[in-house]
């Protein structure tokens, strides 16, 4: 048994409890000790992040191995198209190799996300539009290079869900306890 904290993880915060240069960290948020982020989200990226107290879930949820699969809300620019969806879902080729199939489809733009400070780049003459992609290995800024690869950038990427867990309504900084998570499989 093992307890998970959820925390919605801000725009501009570091997925670490310490930083020399004086920036923001988990340790603005969180006051668990003995809580430490199981995987990791860029700091220019939003969204769920599970924190737990036990050494072994903590590494079943990050390790790739696990496969436990990572669904991301994505913004990007220009109108997607039903080939770039196609391409994301069969594998996209990176600088490191080809990624695992994913789950990709075109989605409205989430109802219950927050405003963004500071806001997107927005660009009068080009429109945006969302995703909704479930990945399940955690290469490094995966999203946002498969996105390019596709000829969409990400401008906005938010961490909904990871395994079984989602950030449903927490707000940006809020987190919520869950008591005696059975471990993984």
């Known amino acids: ?67 436990m699969s990572k669904t991301y809300w994505v913004q990007v620019e220009g109108e997607i198209t039903d080939e770039a969806i196609k391409i994301l879902s069969r594998g996209v080729m990176l600088n490191d190799g080809m990624t695992r199939p994913a789950q990709a489809r075109k989605i409205a733009e989430p109802t219950n996300i927050w405003a963004r400070v500071p806001p997107i780049r927005e660009r ?16 490094n800024r995966q999203v946002r290079r498969m996105t390019a690869a596709v000829g969409f950038p990400t401008l906005r990427l938010i961490r909904s869900q990871i395994g079984q867990f989602n950030i449903n309504d927490l707000a940006p900084g809020e987190s919520k306890l869950i008591e005696n998570v059975n471990l993984l499989k």
């Open 1 to 67: 048994m093992a307890d998970v904290l959820l925390f919605n993880k801000p725009f501009d915060v570091l997925c670490q409890f310490t930083d020399e240069l004086g920036r923001a960290t988990l340790a603005d948020f969180i006051e668990r000790p003995g809580f430490y982020a199981a995987g990791r989200l860029d700091r220019d990226s939003e969204g769920l992040l599970i924190l737990t107290n036990n050494g072994r879930l903590q590494h079943q949820i990050s390790d790739p191995q696990h496969k």
């Open 124 to 139: 009068k003459s080009i429109p945006t539009s969302w995703l909704e992609l479930t990945i399940r290995e955690g290469r």
